[in-house]
């Protein structure tokens, strides 16, 4: 089975994989790794790569393209290791790789992810415009 690792700024990574497990269940396969406020870029290539050296098969989610996590995943790919990297995690992301690694297909993760951004004002709006529509 794939892994999937989470970076971020601060505990974000931690708690998003808390709040998908709340939906989709225990998942051994995902791991965080966290840059806390008192670390740097080097103390945080430190310990990914302590957690990507156990790891055969991995993707990387990033919390912010361009932010100390993503820059420092970016240099390992540059340095010839090989994953896939995507910035913006958010939840539908993690639940997106989940449902493909069930189903053994990968999905398109980036469209799914844009696919659960939405205003609800819109959608709530658009609701009432169709029911006045029926009257």
């Known amino acids: ?3 999937l690792v989470l970076i971020s700024h601060g505990t974000f990574s931690e708690h998003l994989k808390q709040s998908t497990e709340m939906i989709m269940g225990p998942q051994s396969n995902i791991h965080s790794v966290c840059l806390l406020p ?4 080097k103390e ?3 310990k990914l790569e302590s957690v990507l050296h156990n ?3 991995f993707t990387i989610f990033c919390d912010l393209a361009g932010g100390t996590p993503c820059n420092v995943a970016t240099q390992l790919l ?3 290791w090989s994953f896939e990297l995507y910035s913006g995690m ?7 790789y989940i449902n493909g690694e069930m189903i053994g297909s990968k999905g398109d993760i980036v469209e799914e992810s844009k696919a659960g951004i939405s205003l609800i004002n819109d959608r709530l709006a658009a609701m009432t415009d169709d029911e006045d529509e029926d009257e």
């Open 90 to 96: 958010n939840m539908p992301m993690i639940i997106s």
């Open 38 to 41: 008192a670390e740097g870029p």
């Open 1 to 3: 089975m794939s892994q």
């Open 55 to 57: 790891l055969d098969d």
């Open 78 to 80: 540059m340095t010839g």
């Open 44 to 46: 945080f290539q430190e």
